[in-house]
């Protein structure tokens, strides 16, 4: 498995917007790694499950959960291993740690988490 980084994270208020950005690390870049088959997106509250948040693929194919609809968009850069997902609209619900993730036919990569803390 590779090691996704995260980005983007941070403070927002509510009605505002963040971007957060995932692409392996430096040195798994550098070994030169295969394309993952999706990425996407969960996240964790806390005390509660960790849930689904968006999917892309590598056809363009997206997939987001219902609480994201028409506010969270998710998109990839071409055949790179590099995922973002902007974040608009956000609330206090929207309050935990993104996790990254991208699989292929063997396994599955994860990032160490972003937290996102919306408050006024």
């Known amino acids: 498995q590779v090691d996704l980084v995260e980005s983007g994270g941070g403070l927002a208020q509510p009605g505002g917007s963040l971007r957060l950005s995932c692409a392996p690390s430096?040195?798994?870049?550098?070994?030169?790694?295969?394309?993952?088959?999706?990425m996407g997106w969960y996240r964790q509250a806390p005390g509660k499950e960790r849930e689904f948040v968006a999917v892309?693929?590598?056809?363009?194919?997206?997939n987001t959960a219902d609480f994201a609809k028409g506010r969270f968009t998710i998109f990839r850069e071409g055949d790179k291993n590099t995922v973002y997902l902007q974040m608009n609209s956000l609330s206090a619900e929207d309050t935990a740690v993104y996790y990254c993730y991208g699989t292929t036919l063997s396994g599955t990569s994860w990032g160490q988490g972003t937290q996102v803390t919306v408050s006024s």
């Open positions: 430096v040195s798994a870049s550098s070994g030169n790694i295969g394309s993952f088959v999706t």
């Open positions: 892309t693929t590598r056809y363009g194919d997206t």
